[in-house]
Structure formats: C-alpha cells, structure tokens
C-alpha cells in the first residue's frame, strides 16, 4: 500500500511511502483487540476503593434495644449493615487490576487496529517538521489544512520534541503518542492517525520485532 506525503500546509509532495502489508494490510482480529484494550484500560485502574466490614468499624457494643416487645426486629449492635453508619457486606477493597498478555498477541491487536485504520483510509503520512516555539496556533492551522479541526486525532511523531507537545496539549481533540509507545487503545480511540513521515519506519520496526 502506497500513501501520499504531505506538508504541512496539507498539499501533496512528490514523495510516497509504502505501508507494509504485513502491518497495515492483515485480516484484523477482533479477540486480540478486545484483550489488548481490556488490559489496557484494567491497567489503568487505581484500585484503592475501600468499605469497611464489621470487624474494622468503632461503634458502641451496648445493645441498642431491648430483645423483645419493640414489634421489629432484633438488633444487637449500631455496626449492623442495615444501619446508617454500619459496615457494608461484601464491599470492596484494594486490589492490583493489572493482568499479562503474551507480547505476540499485544502485536497482533495492534497491527489489527492499524489495519483498520488502513482499510477505513484514515491514515495520513505527513513530512517531519517541528515549531521554533510552542504555539497552539500553528497546530490549529495544521488541523485547518488536513480538515481535523473537528475530529479526534492522533499524532505519531518518531521522537519526543518539546515545542510540538507543548503546542497541542491544550487541544481536546487531540493527542501526541511517540512511535515506539503506539498502542491499539489509542489508535482505535482516535478518528485520524497523522504519522510523521519518519515514524513509519519506528512503526515497522516494533512490529517486526
């Protein structure tokens, strides 16, 4: 598969790239994708919810009524769960939500996702550039050229640069990822990958690896 490259002012240049079919052009698996976002997002979670059992509250130990003739029922201690204050049956505590998948199929869910992105032609190879310093306007008026302004996208750029991040955060829409950290959760999160022309190798590469 061949793709345009652009600029930055959203015309064409005269160079292609070629997206390998291996990566871009496979069957997509839908169970990969459906675990490699799971653990995503499970990874994700604090887990410090808390409630505390009868054993863990301080209250008062007198009993609050008498056994007989109140025409309820009995009640022995103010912990009892069905008082306001008392502990909570079976309720949550602090747990790791965290779970491991096999590296291969954390592979196979992301070249799928790319797949999709492929085949929905929502991929655009745009050429390397970088902003003498962070303006949120210049990315506005490079969304303007790619008609994204309204559309979530997300920028794979092949390496950390600081002007180009600074100029973005402040954008909903929009979310800066480095090659070699793309994820299927982010790519199927976003409308639009814009790849910077220099990632489509850090791309092939860590999923070659």
């Known amino acids: 598969m061949e793709l345009e490259v652009y600029n930055i002012q959203g015309t064409k240049t005269e160079r292609k790239v070629t997206l390998e079919d291996a990566i871009y052009g496979i069957e997509p698996n839908d169970h990969a994708i459906y675990l490699d976002v799971k653990q995503y997002m499970a990874n994700k979670r604090q887990g410090t919810h808390s409630s505390k059992e009868k054993s863990q509250l301080t209250r008062s130990t007198r009993k609050i009524k008498k056994q007989k ?73 490079l969304l303007k050229s790619f008609q994204l302004q309204d559309q979530k996208t997300l920028l794979v750029v092949p390496n950390h640069d600081t002007n180009v991040f600074l100029s973005l955060r402040n954008l909903k829409k929009v979310r800066i990822i480095e090659a070699s950290d793309l994820n299927t959760y982010e790519i199927l999160d976003a409308n639009k990958l814009l790849v910077m022309e220099s990632s489509v190798k850090e791309i092939e590469m860590i999923n070659k690896n």
């Open 69 to 141: 003739g109140t025409g309820g029922a009995r009640a022995g201690s103010m912990k009892n769960p069905l008082f306001r204050g008392g502990a909570r049956v079976f309720g949550p505590h602090p747990r790791d939500y965290n779970f491991k998948l096999n590296k291969k199929l954390k592979k196979l869910a992301r070249i799928s996702a790319l797949s999709y992105k492929a085949k929905e032609s929502n991929i655009t190879i745009v050429e390397d550039f970088n902003f003498e310093t962070p303006k949120t306007k210049n990315f506005v008026e």
